[in-house]
């Protein structure tokens, strides 16, 4: 699970929610632990540095080339400030240090004082969501592949069907849910 399922998760038990936080690997974190450079965001420091949204869209619209989405475009960008506000203040992550690097017109990437900002971030998210395992809101299971949705008569999903395999031996379980998020993808996502 890495920044994407992270963030629902810890959202979800913000609200109330109960969560089955699924990881094949043997810890949290996936590719968004790599991450080095940085997030872009804009525009909070728009009056320092003179940037702006539609600076942001042109330059993200430019480095996407032919394969642009302009709908997720739109998205990212308008909802950047937010999403960077939410890390810092919500999981506690530095964001202190603001770049200009290759492909923006403006100093718009975030990052932190010391070490790489997918760590960093990694990091402080999981402390948020394992604050709330003593509690009973979470359940964290580590080495444990998701090998089938669970589907009731109309086709919704209703659950997974996953296999541990973290004392070496293949068990499986049914796990049924009225919510299911999947947040799937990064360098782990091919095994």
């Not at 492909?103 to 975030?110: A, Y």
């Not at 296999?163 to 049924?176: A, N, P, R, V």
Request: proline content about 2%; overall charge neutral.
């Amino acid at each position: 699970t890495g920044l994407a399922g992270l963030a629902a998760t810890l959202n979800i038990l913000d609200r109330g929610g109960k969560v089955t936080l699924i990881e094949k690997e043997h810890r949290m974190g996936g590719n968004s632990n790599k991450a080095s450079s940085g997030i872009n965001a804009c525009c909070p420091q728009n009056s320092t540095y003179g940037d702006y949204i539609d600076s942001f869209k042109e330059d993200t619209i430019r480095s996407a080339g032919e394969s642009a989405q302009l709908a997720l475009i739109a998205t990212l960008v308008e909802n950047s400030e937010t999403a960077v506000q939410w890390l810092k203040e919500r999981v506690g992550v530095d964001l202190s240090v603001l770049s200009q690097l290759g492909g923006h017109g403006h100093k718009r990437t975030h990052r932190p004082s010391s070490g790489m900002v997918g760590a960093e971030i990694i990091y402080n998210i999981q402390r948020a969501v394992k604050s709330y395992e003593k509690s009973g809101m979470v359940q964290i299971l580590l080495d444990t592949r998701v090998t089938q949705l669970k589907k009731n008569d109309d086709g919704a999903v209703v659950g997974v069907v996953v296999t541990s395999t973290k004392d070496g031996e293949g068990i499986t379980q049914t796990i049924l849910a009225p919510n299911v998020v999947l947040a799937t993808g990064g360098f782990a996502s091919d095994r």
